[in-house]
């Protein structure tokens, strides 16, 4: 009786179907600015990934650096001595960060991103690839996280292929404000203190319209009740504190003259800096 043997494509997919990333904002500003900084010829930028891995598996993405290179069709030299020097500098300050992976600009990966990322792959374990789409079509940043997984035929590797993972990019209002005006191509004018806050009340009372639409379709019996979903608007009610109309009031009146008698100062110290600056410069003259 004839054995018949059967030949499996598969890919190797353990070490990356749990594997997600966290990038912090300023990471995201840190790249696009060395996008708007690059030579003339460059058509992308690529740079390296620092930060650390959690105990639960997430990399945690903290800092970042931009790496000269040329890239053609066919090849790509990046410039290593340059890169392990900002490596070595970087670590004196934050030793705790290590590689954790690197990021090109433009939409997606290119045939050019395999070359680097196997140089990666030799710096650090299981590389993160973060690819940040600076020209914000239509307003919206395309930021995606993948890995490299290993396309083997029986016991044979083949060839290597990105896979995307989760990516959660979270802000505090501050930094949603500049990502938004980062989004923007073009703006007149950077907002004001008030304006930015302004900004942020009607996020947050957009925000609460929907919580509530939700809510009530969940009473109404129009939507299927999501257990997590409670769990967070529970815990995030539960995170305000229990104040009467009245304490809320002054304690925003309260905070709202302690920062006009800081402007005051700051204003009146200033005017003594100019006052100082201009009588020193006249008692030169005499």
């Known amino acids: 009786m004839a054995v018949i043997e059967h030949t499996v494509l598969q890919f190797s997919t353990s070490s990356s ?23 003339d010829q460059a058509e992308r930028v690529i740079g390296t990934l620092l930060g650390s891995v959690l105990p639960d598996g997430t990399v945690d993405i903290r800092n970042s650096y931009a790496v000269p290179h040329n890239e053609s069709a066919d090849q790509v030299a990046l410039d290593i001595d340059y890169h392990h020097n900002m490596l070595i500098s970087q670590q004196k300050v934050n030793p705790k960060e290590v590689i954790v992976g690197w990021y090109s600009t433009g939409f997606g990966v290119t045939g050019g991103s395999a070359l680097i990322h196997e140089f ?4 650090a374990a299981n590389p993160v690839h973060l690819t940040v789409d600076t020209g914000f079509r239509n307003g919206e940043g395309t930021i995606k996280a993948y890995v490299s997984v290993n396309l083997s035929l029986g016991d044979r590797q083949l060839a290597a292929q990105f ?17 938004d005006i980062l989004k923007t191509t073009m703006v007149d004018k950077l907002p004001t203190d008030l304006e930015g ?41 539960a995170s305000l504190p229990k104040l009467s109309p009245t304490a809320f009031d002054k304690l925003v009146n309260d905070s709202l003259q302690d920062n006009l008698l ?6 009146i110290t200033r005017t003594q800096l100019t006052l100082a600056e201009k009588l020193n410069t006249a008692a030169q003259v005499l």
């Open 17 to 39: 179907s749990s594997l997600s990333a966290k990038v912090h904002p300023l990471v995201i500003f840190n790249i696009c600015d060395c996008y708007v900084r690059r030579p």
């Open 120 to 123: 990666y792959s030799r710096e």
């Open 163 to 179: 896979q995307e993972i989760p990516l959660d990019l979270r802000m505090v209002e501050a930094e949603r404000v500049g990502y």
């Open 197 to 237: 806050m302004e900004a942020s009340m009607e996020r947050l009372l957009a925000l609460i319209d929907d919580v509530y639409k939700y809510v009530d379709n969940v009473v109404e019996g129009h939507v299927e009740p999501d257990n997590n979903i409670g769990r967070f608007l529970l815990d995030a009610v």
């Open 262 to 267: 800081l402007l005051y100062l700051s204003s």
